[in-house]
């Protein structure tokens, strides 16, 4: 077999990434269609909910210039994706399943509206916990960090599911679970991300 | 031997040392937002295989062409470019229909953002941002204005190359990526922190984009080749699939 091609190197998205990802954050109209946070139409099947949280620092100060950005199954576990071949599971044509979301230039908060995802079928048939792939970058950040949010309310899934199960330290699972609060306007998980230091959020190689 | 891959295949395992490390103290800002822990690594899942999909009637058609999408009254000033390329896998396979942003600062080295104080002047006709997804072959073209360096706050004197930020999102989740190009024979390319993050010359050398000749256009253009490589995708023969369909 011929050599294989090396993958092009990551640097970091620096500290103007809105310009190229989210113009508006930046302060520019540019785009008639624009990319972001809000992964719902009126029409999407499932229940409505709200992430938000921080990303923190070494130092426990929230990062105010970072973007993240989710990918996730529809209510019933299956990603609107080709690859996605699980049987009895249909595409929901109003979810796409992706978005992104820039932090609070004043206050570091983010936050997503989307539907909570459904169980989806993992490696050797296992169920994993409804679960978010969330990505996230930066200025300081020189490859973008991959992790898993997790929901607080699916106590039962997520101690059978196969990823949280396979982290050897199991205080260090609690970093994934984000917390189910019910506000008047709506159900919210609150989602922290700890860079370094204390309590340190879970980053995945995947 | 080899069929083509399929969606939902899994993909080549990233090598770290293609990659510039997380901690890297030379690019101040790296040391309290890289993680004290190791990754996990994964065994990929349908989570990781798949990713999002676009489609071109969701982009304007002025999207990639940055001379033209912040004109207000005018033309923006500086150098005509043509940046193109093709986005292959790591077996060389193109990849189609990959969403590729790109960012950059105007030909002072100022970036229209509202956290950018540096003296250079805005360009009231130069917005800075485009976005394209790459054809059958995993081509693909865009048009701008030359990025002029720019001085930062990591050492006093810290000056960064011309650069143009590239985001690519391919086939599967796992493919995403964010980095910059550079251009050939930029002086401070040596001197840069944020290239000094990289473990090797040879990754170095293929974020720098080189001067293409034949793509010049003829009193209006001149070009530049970047070629970019996501991680390879490859056929599965004998394990359970990774969405676990029992065979």
């Known amino acids: ?206 | 031997m080899t069929r083509a891959p399929q969606p939902g295949d899994e993909f080549l395992m990233r090598d770290t040392a293609s990659h510039p490390p997380a901690l890297a103290p030379a690019y101040k800002t790296s040391v309290l937002r890289s993680p004290r822990n190791a990754l996990i690594s994964l065994q990929q899942s349908l989570s990781e295989v798949t990713g999002p999909v676009f489609s071109a009637d969701e982009l304007g058609p002025l999207d990639n062409d940055l001379i033209r999408n912040g004109a207000k009254a005018g033309l923006p000033i500086g150098e005509r470019l043509i940046v193109h390329g093709f986005v292959r896998d790591q077996f060389g396979r193109p990849v189609k229909n990959a969403l590729v942003e790109v960012w950059q600062a105007n030909a002072s080295g100022r970036y229209r953002h509202k956290k950018d104080t540096y003296i250079g002047a805005l360009d009231p006709n130069f917005g800075g941002c485009g976005r394209m997804l790459t054809d059958e072959n995993g081509y693909y073209v865009f048009r701008t204005i030359k990025p002029g360096p720019y001085p930062w706050r990591n050492r006093i004197n810290d000056w960064r190359p011309s650069h143009i930020h590239v985001a690519i999102s391919g086939d599967g989740w796992v493919q995403r990526l964010i980095t910059q190009m550079y251009f050939e024979g930029d002086p401070l390319i040596s001197r840069c922190p944020i290239l000094q993050t990289i473990p090797s010359d040879e990754q170095v050398r293929g974020l720098i984009a080189q001067q293409d000749v034949s793509g010049f256009v003829p009193l209006d253009s001149r070009a530049y080749r970047f070629d970019i490589v996501l991680r390879g995708q490859r056929a599965t023969y004998f394990e359970n699939r990774v969405q676990g369909e029992v065979k």
């Open chain 1, 1 to 206: 077999m011929s050599e294989l091609l090396r993958e092009t190197a990551s640097q970091t998205a620096g500290p103007y990434v809105h310009i190229g990802l989210a113009p508006r954050a930046a302060g520019f109209e540019i785009f008639e269609n624009n990319f972001g946070p809000v992964l719902v139409s009126p029409q999407t099947q499932g229940e409505r909910i709200r992430i938000e949280g921080k990303v923190f620092d070494g130092s426990g100060t929230p990062l105010r210039d970072v973007l993240l950005e989710i990918w996730q199954a529809n209510a019933q576990g299956k990603y609107n994706h080709p690859g996605d071949r699980q049987a009895g599971k249909a595409v929901d044509p109003s979810f796409r399943g992706w978005g992104r979301a820039c932090s609070d230039f004043e206050t570091g908060l983010y936050s997503f509206e989307t539907i909570k995802p459904g169980a989806v079928t993992g490696r050797d048939g296992r169920v994993m916990a409804p679960h978010i792939n969330v990505w996230i970058v930066a200025r300081g950040i020189n490859i973008g960090l991959n992790t898993r949010l997790y929901f607080s309310d699916e106590a039962a899934a997520n101690a059978k599911d196969p990823v949280i199960n396979l982290i050897e330290w199991e205080v260090r699972r609690k970093t994934l679970i984000a917390q189910r609060e019910e506000r008047p306007d709506g159900t919210v998980y609150r989602f922290d991300i700890r860079l370094q230091g204390e309590n340190e959020t879970v980053f995945f190689d995947i």
